[in-house]
């Protein structure tokens, strides 16, 4: 068993923080390896709820109608549809990078992005599909 997949094994389905130095590139590998989707959020940059939507369209390519705004977000993360689906067993990883950035710069706006987390995790559970978020606090 990988790091990683213990630690998705571990902590189940939700918003976690994890602390590790592994490289993205890593992460993405030992991810793959285990048949799960992975996405990587930045949130390094990210300061307030407009660019954090920003970052989260480009992360997860959402399509041209995504709305910019919390409950699109939300449907968005429930559909997902635009993404190659996880393989059979697998499931959806998001790391987010440097997660503090962002809630030091705007708390309410991090614990509600951390609130559609948690909802999209549980849309993915009633279908059977692991959905993790890995907060990564960065330094």
Excluded at 3 to 30: C, F, K, M, Q, Y
Excluded at 116 to 131: L, N, Q, Y
């Amino acid at each position: 068993m990988t790091a990683l997949a213990h630690v998705l094994g571990e902590a189940g389905p939700g918003v976690r923080v994890w602390n590790s130095d592994r490289s993205a590139a890593e992460i993405r590998t030992e991810a793959e390896e285990i048949a799960w989707r992975c996405v990587f959020v930045d949130c390094s940059r990210v300061h307030d709820k407009p660019q954090f939507l920003e970052e989260c369209e480009r992360s997860y390519r959402f399509p041209a109608y995504f709305g910019h705004n919390w409950d699109a977000l939300a449907d968005c993360l429930a559909d997902l549809q635009w993404l190659p689906p996880p393989a059979t067993g697998g499931g959806i990883l998001t790391v987010v990078e440097d997660s503090n950035t962002f809630a030091f710069a705007d708390l309410d706006a991090y614990s509600i992005a951390l609130e559609v987390w948690e909802e999209a995790a549980e849309a993915w559970r009633r279908i059977g599909v692991p959905f993790t978020v890995l907060l990564r606090p960065g330094a």
